[in-house]
């Protein structure tokens, strides 16, 4: 980074504006107290977010007025309805740490015991300049089972922005870390937890979210050291006082729902069987804990037990049969825990052992000897890829009923200095080579993905093209089949008249019109009227018959020899040959043949629809499809550009980073060799730059042409991110 020279004035850079929802832009609110460098007003000067959660949102910042050094500040996302609920719940934990945990005044105090927990500084909720001073009349009154949050309307001073200020508590998360620890550290981290339970039993206080990824190893085992625990997020924590346990008040029933699929009420393992059964049966009785009041922690800690010793994904499986099962309880002497006391500790919640009662059935650890132990430990530390020049900070916050978010965890590592700047290069190489590998990689699946959906959907049009004109050629196939059966019935009965008519003597034709005309004139019945007008409407509505239309020479011609040659008889005879002309001119066709042809035709015609709605449906399809793999397209262009802009702000923070690391060091190393450099104007200036780029265009800002006013120089102890002034 190039150095100012005396002549050249500083660009003013203004305030960052971070946004702690990602929904629309109406939600996004600025970090509350952010430190601007133009005018100087501002106390908290934010680095870069931590984690986020269903209700919060933690940013890394340097108090640039109150000389707390580095800080994590737990920001409230903005909710409609719930904000004043989820507000309290901020302010009640931040008050579980200053009035209670934390208190030197308290006769409860030990120094001790309250290392395991993490620190709560500073409480800007606005409950405290509401109603009574005193804590606990306060907490009394918003946990009232009378008390409505959706009714009752809280009006707070600083109702946008609630936050509170925690301790910058470093290392990584307890369920990170399960996988590399030594059985020696994992007995070191029960009894850890054991000790904060019990310290918690003293205020006679539930913590109801005692698990891995609320816990931090910040300090490994050594030689000479043992390993240090410490445990945050005290936001559903509550007193084990009477009545609590029914309480129906949203602020303290946190877990009435644990979630609609068996996969995602596998989550919820710490907590003990009471209280999941009220979680799954959401119109029975509100049971917030068991007594007695340590039932609650003690069976999170037999979960968490079994989590050190089987893994997450084996201990939620084995933990679902030891409620029927209790004899199908692991036995965990290998980290120090009899498999009585695992049983009693995940038994019903009057069998549960007291967290004193814990630390002294844990049983010592028989090493082979110390030389093997020593060996062992060295060797797991070359396996573990060491990083030195990192610490993961991670602070998580837990989502309650009523939120619309998803409970989430961010983790961010931060640079050591005292590693010197050709380690952070040679660590900027390695990560930009992986993050241009993986990109790479990811571009090629995605195009691979494309070609293979590109084939698919192209053999799927050959296959319905295919299916298309096989479909086409069977119908055809049938109407000509159709239409010669039809062409072979008609002249087969044409046949069956003609011979049927040679074959009627003379006289039985006159017999036979003389008895037709006969019963015409006697008087019809019912049904035989009927049936003839039934045989008339149907040759009516035959079809023309060949026959009938062909001229008298063609009759004549068809006739038979005999008939012709035979002389004409008397006019008696006259008669019966007209009839015997009409017997073989008329072509008999019943009733049951008609109605064989209506339904062949109403067939025909269904088929025709059918295959005409195939086609539609084929159509709908071929769209359908089409528009998933344009919409599929347009995924896989959005992520690529998602990815392209996280990288590119990734490398300008690092870059941003790496050039406020070497003023530092440049400072510190020639200290009065410029003396008209500003010290401490290069702190701050880099990292705000970057986290005012998403909203701030790039160049001067108009109107501005005097010196930035920068926050005060940090204290030599809190220049590294190693660890804060305490």
């Keep these: 980074m190039a150095k100012p020279s005396k002549d050249e004035e500083e660009i003013a850079v203004p305030a960052p504006v971070f946004s ?45 007025k109150g000389g707390l050094g580095f800080v994590a500040v737990k920001v409230l996302k903005k909710h409609s309805k719930a904000h ?107 009894l850890q937890c054991a000790t904060a339970l019990e310290y918690l039993e003293r205020f006679h206080m539930i913590h109801r979210d005692f698990r891995g990824c609320n816990m931090h190893l910040i300090a490994r085992e050594k030689p000479n050291e043992s390993c240090q625990l410490k445990i945050l997020d005290l936001g559903v924590m509550i007193s084990s006082e009477a009545g609590m346990e029914v309480n129906c008040n949203m602020a303290v029933q946190a877990f009435r729902r644990r979630g609609e699929t068996e996969e995602k009420r596998k989550r919820y393992d710490w907590l003990p069987w009471e209280v999941r059964s009220a979680c799954d049966e959401l119109q029975g009785a509100v049971k917030n804990f068991e007594p007695p009041g340590h039932s609650f922690d003690a069976f999170s800690l037999g979960v968490l037990i079994l989590h050190l010793l089987l893994g997450k994904t084996k201990a939620r499986s084995v933990l679902d049969s030891l409620q029927d099962h209790p004899e199908r309880t692991p036995d965990g002497c290998g980290i120090g825990v009899p498999k009585e006391l695992l049983g009693n500790l995940l038994a019903e919640a009057a069998k549960r052992p007291r ?154 034709v006159g017999r036979r019109s003389k008895s037709r005309s006969r019963s015409r004139n006697r008087k019809e019945s019912s049904l035989e009227r009927k049936q003839r007008l039934r045989r008339e409407r149907a040759r009516h509505l035959l079809p023309e018959d060949p026959a009938r239309s062909q001229a008298p020479e063609e009759k004549a011609a068809k006739r038979p020899l005999a008939e012709e040659t035979a002389p004409d008889a008397d006019a008696a005879g006259a008669p019966a040959k007209e009839a015997r002309r009409d017997v073989r001119d008329v072509t008999h066709v019943s009733v049951l043949d008609l109605l064989r042809r209506q339904q062949a035709v109403e067939k025909e015609q269904e088929e025709v629809a059918e295959a005409r709605r195939k086609e539609q449906r084929l159509q709908a399809q071929k769209q359908e499809e089409r528009r998933a793999e344009e919409e599929r397209q347009k995924q896989a262009q959005q992520a690529l550009q998602m990815q392209a802009q996280y990288q590119q702000m990734q490398m300008q923070m690092q870059w941003a980073q790496h050039a406020e690391l070497l003023q530092r060091h440049l400072l510190g190393a020639f200290p009065g060799a410029f003396p008209g450099f500003p010290g401490a104007c290069g702190f701050g200036t880099p990292m705000t730059a970057l986290q005012a780029a998403p909203s701030v265009p790039a160049g001067p800002v108009p109107g501005v042409v005097s010196k930035a006013s920068a926050p005060p120089p940090k204290p030599a102890d809190a220049a590294s991110p190693a660890g804060p002034a305490q």
Excluded at 28 to 49: F, M, Q
Excluded at 108 to 116: D, N, Q, T, V
Aim: aromatic share 6%.
């Design 355 to 508: 967290p004193r009662e814990v630390c002294a059935q844990l049983v010592p650890l028989r090493l082979k000897s110390p030389q093997k132990e020593a060996a062992v430990s060295a060797e797991k530390a070359e396996a573990t890829p060491a990083v030195p020049s990192c610490h993961t900070v991670s602070h998580t916050t837990t989502k309650m009923e009523g939120s619309s978010d998803e409970e989430g965890e961010m983790e961010v590592v931060e640079m050591d200095t005292k590693k010197g700047t050709e380690t952070i290069g040679q660590k900027k190489d390695n990560d930009t080579a992986a993050k241009e590998a993986a990109a790479k990689e990811a571009a090629a699946k995605i195009a691979a993905a494309k070609e293979a959906a590109a084939k698919v959907a192209a053999a799927k049009k050959a296959a319905a093209k295919e299916a298309a004109a096989r479909e086409a050629a069977a119908k055809e196939a049938a109407a000509k089949e159709a239409a010669a059966k039809e062409a072979a019935a008609k002249e087969a009965a044409a046949k069956e008249a003609a011979k049927e008519a040679a074959t009627i003597p003379k006289h039985d």
């Design 20 to 64: 702690v929802t990602a929904k629309d832009d109406k939600d996004k609110i600025a970090l509350p107290d952010a430190h601007d460098p133009v005018t100087g007003h501002g106390r908290w000067l934010y680095e870069g977010r931590l984690g986020e959660g269903g209700l919060a949102t933690v940013f890394r910042a340097w108090d640039c």
């Design 84 to 190: 004043a609920r989820h507000a309290f719940a901020m302010h009640r934990e931040s008050q579980w740490s200053l009035e209670r945990l934390h208190n030197r005044a308290d006769p409860r105090y030990s120094e001790e015991h309250a290392k395991l927990f993490a620190r709560y500084l500073e409480d800007h909720t606005g409950f405290v300049e509401l109603g009574p001073e005193d804590f606990e009349e306060r907490r009394k009154d918003f946990e009232s089972p009378s008390f409505d949050w959706y009714k009752q309307r809280i009006d707070l001073p600083i109702a946008s922005k609630p936050y509170v200020v925690m301790e910058l508590v470093k290392g990584e998360t307890l369920q990170v870390a399960m996988p590399s620890m030594s059985a020696t550290e994992k007995r070191q981290v029960i």
